[in-house]
C-alpha cells in the first residue's frame, strides 16, 4: 500500500509540474515578461542534469561548468520566447539544441585557439543503448565537431532525423518524450534513431577512413 501510495504522489507531482510548465509555456507565447521568470526554476534541475551527463564525455581540461552549459543554453533559449511551445517535452527539444549549439561553438574556439596544432580527428559513432540514462556516444572535442558536422549533413537530408538525434543525444529525451516533442508517433521514433544512428557511423567512418 505504501508503495502504491508513492507511486501515486509522484504521478500526481509530475503532472502538476507539467501543468505549471505548460502555465508558464503559454505566458512567454503571450509575451508576459514574467514567463520566463516562471519556467526556469521548473527546468532548472533537469536542464542541470542534461547539462551534466554532456560535459561527463567531454576530456579532462573542458572550463565549461554544468552551470556555466546551463546558463549558456537559457540565454539561447530566452531569445526564443515567443516559440510555439506547448509542452515541457517541446522545451527540452529546443535546450537540447541549444546546448548543442553552445557545445559546438566552445569545441569551435578551443580548436581556433590551437590552430596549427594536431588535425581534426575521426569520431566512431557507436551504437547507443536506447536509454536516456545510458548515452554511450564518444563525442569530444574535435570528436564533437565531426559528429555536428555529419549531423548537418543528415538534418539537410531529413530535418526530422536530425531532430530526433538532438532530442535522443543532446537532450536525452526518452523516446516518448521526443515523440511528444516532434509530434509524431512513439514507433517513428524509435525507427528515425536507428537510422539516423546507422547513417551517422557509416558517415563518420567514411571520414575516417
Same mark, same amino acid.
Given at each position: 500500500?505504501?508503495? =502504491? $501510495?508513492?507511486?501515486?504522489?509522484?504521478? %500526481?507531482?509530475?503532472?502538476?509540474?507539467?501543468?505549471?510548465?505548460? %502555465?508558464?509555456?503559454?505566458?512567454?507565447?503571450?509575451?508576459?515578461?514574467?514567463?520566463?521568470?516562471?519556467?526556469?526554476?521548473?527546468?532548472?534541475?533537469?536542464?542541470?542534469?542534461?547539462?551534466?551527463? =554532456?560535459? %561527463?564525455?567531454? +576530456?579532462?581540461?573542458?572550463?565549461?561548468?554544468?552551470?556555466?552549459?546551463?546558463?549558456? &543554453?537559457?540565454?539561447?533559449?530566452?531569445?526564443?520566447?515567443? &516559440?510555439?511551445?506547448?509542452?515541457?517535452? =517541446?522545451?527540452?527539444?529546443?535546450?537540447?539544441?541549444?546546448?548543442?549549439?553552445?557545445?559546438?561553438?566552445?569545441?569551435?574556439?578551443?580548436?581556433?585557439?590551437?590552430?596549427?596544432?594536431?588535425?581534426?580527428? +575521426?569520431?566512431?559513432?557507436?551504437?547507443?543503448?536506447?536509454? @536516456?540514462?545510458?548515452?554511450?556516444? &564518444?563525442?569530444?572535442?574535435?570528436?564533437?565537431?565531426?559528429?555536428?558536422?555529419?549531423?548537418?549533413?543528415?538534418? %539537410?537530408?531529413? @530535418?526530422?532525423?536530425?531532430?530526433?538525434?538532438?532530442?535522443?543525444?543532446?537532450?536525452?529525451?526518452?523516446?516518448?518524450?521526443?515523440?511528444?516533442?516532434?509530434?509524431?508517433?512513439?514507433?517513428?521514433? $524509435?525507427?528515425?534513431?536507428?537510422?539516423?544512428?546507422?547513417?551517422?557511423? =557509416?558517415?563518420?567512418?567514411?571520414?575516417?577512413?
Amino acid at each position: 500500500m505504501a508503495e =502504491q $501510495a508513492d507511486a501515486a504522489a509522484k504521478v %500526481a507531482a509530475n503532472e502538476a509540474a507539467e501543468q505549471e510548465t505548460v %502555465a508558464a509555456l503559454a505566458m512567454l507565447r503571450r509575451g508576459a515578461p514574467d514567463g520566463m521568470d516562471r519556467l526556469i526554476p521548473l527546468v532548472y534541475a533537469e536542464l542541470r542534469r542534461v547539462a551534466h551527463r =554532456q560535459l %561527463a564525455v567531454e +576530456p579532462a581540461g573542458h572550463t565549461l561548468s554544468t552551470t556555466a552549459l546551463v546558463h549558456e &543554453a537559457y540565454l539561447r533559449i530566452a531569445d526564443q520566447t515567443r &516559440a510555439e511551445w506547448t509542452n515541457r517535452a =517541446q522545451f527540452f527539444g529546443l535546450a537540447a539544441r541549444a546546448m548543442r549549439r553552445v557545445l559546438v561553438d566552445y569545441a569551435r574556439r578551443h580548436q581556433a585557439a590551437r590552430r596549427g596544432g594536431s588535425q581534426q580527428q +575521426p569520431v566512431a559513432f557507436e551504437d547507443v543503448e536506447a536509454s @536516456a540514462d545510458a548515452l554511450s556516444v &564518444a563525442a569530444r572535442g574535435d570528436e564533437l565537431l565531426a559528429l555536428d558536422e555529419a549531423l548537418e549533413r543528415l538534418s %539537410a537530408l531529413d @530535418a526530422r532525423l536530425g531532430r530526433v538525434v538532438e532530442c535522443r543525444f543532446f537532450g536525452g529525451l526518452t523516446e516518448a518524450e521526443t515523440a511528444e516533442a516532434l509530434g509524431v508517433s512513439q514507433r517513428t521514433v $524509435a525507427g528515425d534513431w536507428l537510422m539516423a544512428k546507422g547513417w551517422l557511423y =557509416q558517415a563518420l567512418r567514411a571520414e575516417s577512413e
